[in-house]
């Protein structure tokens, strides 16, 4: 295994193209980094909480703190860390990489994995304690600020911003506020990562089962039903009225000018139940709903019209064998 020493040369700030909001280097003001934040994390959707959300957040860091280079990387033991993640760079020779094993040992990093502290140093080589011996892969680090980030789905690790030129001001309180934010920020990331790779496995185990079935199962068998005459007249009017109004036979007989009597009777003549029509109109809405259109729970059993949100769940289970929510979970990323 080689392990790449640290020792770095000048480079200028990256160019971060991948994020819309464009600020210059050193956002100083708190309220300013605050909406530099918000908007990356608005750009990152929550299905896309992997090593590439975790990149932006970095890029938002380097450009908070006017610094050229991020790391985010978990201990391997006393001396040596893995890169978890870095600040996203066009450049093919930056130095640094996922997977790549670094030397921490005696640098402010060490510390913070073992006090859990955040440290910063406006000027590194000042320190006796690291001296100008601290660099990465090359990278002299002259200035530093770095965090502990705690996941509660693994072991904590350490997220740093550094750059190859000592910083002219001290740190501010703001400035370890702001670190802090993005730690607690990678972390959620790294549990959201975590939470869909542990339900893509559950998933994977419940189809080869044959518990669960494909969304292009479920999407055939919610299909609209094919019928013809009085029943094909009843599913038109219940699709003119879901979302807009009631959905019983009263209801519906009325709009067609036809008893609720009548309207039975004729159904009953083509061996088909007026429940049976408006189950499977339903069901052929209420995926779309909850997939497509990610409305509420309560918005959905509403628009149904179901009495309230347990009927509709006691029917969405009826036709699945699974709730409504647990559906969506399963699905919200095929679609």
Same mark, same amino acid.
């Given at each position: &295994?080689?392990? *790449?020493?640290?020792?770095?040369?000048?480079?200028?700030?990256?160019?971060?193209?991948?994020?819309?909001?464009?600020?210059?280097?050193?956002?100083?003001?708190?309220?300013?980094?605050?909406?530099?934040?918000?908007?990356?994390?608005?750009?990152?959707?929550?299905?896309?909480?992997?090593?590439?959300?975790?990149?932006?957040?970095?890029?938002?860091?380097?450009?908070?703190?006017?610094?050229?280079?991020?790391?985010?990387?978990?201990?391997?033991?006393?001396?040596? $860390?893995?890169?978890?993640?870095?600040?996203?760079?066009?450049?093919?020779?930056?130095?640094?990489? /996922?997977? !790549?094993?670094?030397?921490? #040992?005696?640098?402010?990093?060490?510390?913070?994995?073992?006090?859990?502290?955040?440290?910063?140093?406006?000027?590194?080589?000042?320190?006796?304690? +690291?001296?100008?011996?601290?660099?990465?892969?090359?990278? =002299? %680090?002259?200035?530093?600020?770095?965090?502990?980030?705690?996941?509660?789905?693994?072991?904590? &690790? %350490?997220?740093?911003?550094?750059?190859?030129?000592?910083?002219?001001?001290?740190?501010?309180? #703001? =400035?370890? #506020?702001?670190?802090?934010? *993005? $730690?607690?920020?990678?972390?959620? &990331?790294?549990?959201? !990562?975590?939470?869909? $790779?542990?339900?893509?496995?559950?998933?994977?185990? /419940?189809?080869? &089962?044959?518990?669960?079935?494909?969304?292009?199962?479920?999407? @055939?068998?919610?299909?609209?039903?094919?019928?013809?005459?009085?029943p094909a007249r009843v599913v038109e009017v219940l699709q003119?009225?879901?979302?807009?109004?009631?959905?019983?036979?009263?209801?519906?007989?009325?709009?067609?000018?036809?008893?609720?009597?009548? *309207? @039975?009777?004729? *159904? @009953? @003549? !083509?061996?088909?139940?007026?429940?049976?029509?408006?189950?499977?109109?339903?069901?052929?809405?209420?995926?779309?709903y909850l997939i497509k259109q990610h409305l509420s729970i309560?918005?959905?059993?509403?628009?149904?019209?179901?009495?309230?949100?347990?009927?509709?769940?006691? $029917?969405?289970?009826?036709?699945?064998?699974?709730?409504?929510?647990?559906?969506?979970?399963?699905?919200?990323? +095929?679609?």
């Amino acid at each position: &295994m080689t392990i *790449l020493k640290l020792n770095i040369s000048s480079k200028a700030p990256l160019d971060y193209p991948r994020i819309d909001v464009q600020f210059k280097p050193e956002v100083t003001s708190f309220s300013e980094r605050i909406k530099h934040l918000y908007k990356v994390l608005a750009g990152t959707p929550y299905y896309s909480a992997d090593r590439s959300g975790i990149s932006r957040l970095l890029d938002a860091g380097c450009q908070i703190f006017g610094f050229e280079h991020a790391l985010l990387f978990r201990r391997l033991s006393q001396q040596v $860390a893995e890169v978890v993640a870095t600040s996203e760079s066009d450049d093919d020779e930056d130095p640094f990489y /996922m997977g !790549q094993h670094i030397h921490v #040992e005696n640098t402010p990093s060490e510390q913070i994995f073992s006090d859990g502290a955040s440290h910063h140093y406006k000027n590194v080589p000042s320190i006796a304690a +690291y001296s100008a011996a601290f660099s990465y892969n090359g990278v =002299d %680090v002259n200035a530093y600020i770095g965090t502990l980030v705690s996941p509660s789905s693994t072991e904590p &690790m %350490v997220v740093c911003f550094f750059s190859s030129t000592p910083k002219e001001a001290d740190f501010s309180a #703001e =400035d370890i #506020e702001t670190i802090e934010l *993005l $730690a607690e920020g990678v972390a959620c &990331m790294i549990d959201l !990562q975590k939470a869909q $790779a542990q339900r893509k496995l559950t998933d994977q185990a /419940m189809f080869a &089962m044959g518990s669960v079935k494909t969304l292009d199962e479920y999407l @055939q068998q919610a299909k609209l039903p094919e019928v013809y005459g009085v029943p094909a007249r009843v599913v038109e009017v219940l699709q003119r009225r879901i979302g807009r109004a009631q959905l019983g036979i009263g209801h519906v007989a009325e709009e067609l000018n036809l008893s609720k009597r009548t *309207l @039975q009777r004729r *159904l @009953q @003549q !083509q061996d088909i139940s007026f429940a049976e029509l408006r189950d499977q109109v339903r069901f052929h809405y209420s995926i779309d709903y909850l997939i497509k259109q990610h409305l509420s729970i309560d918005s959905i059993s509403a628009s149904l019209d179901f009495s309230d949100r347990t009927s509709f769940t006691n $029917a969405f289970k009826r036709w699945t064998g699974l709730s409504p929510s647990t559906f969506r979970k399963l699905f919200r990323d +095929y679609v």
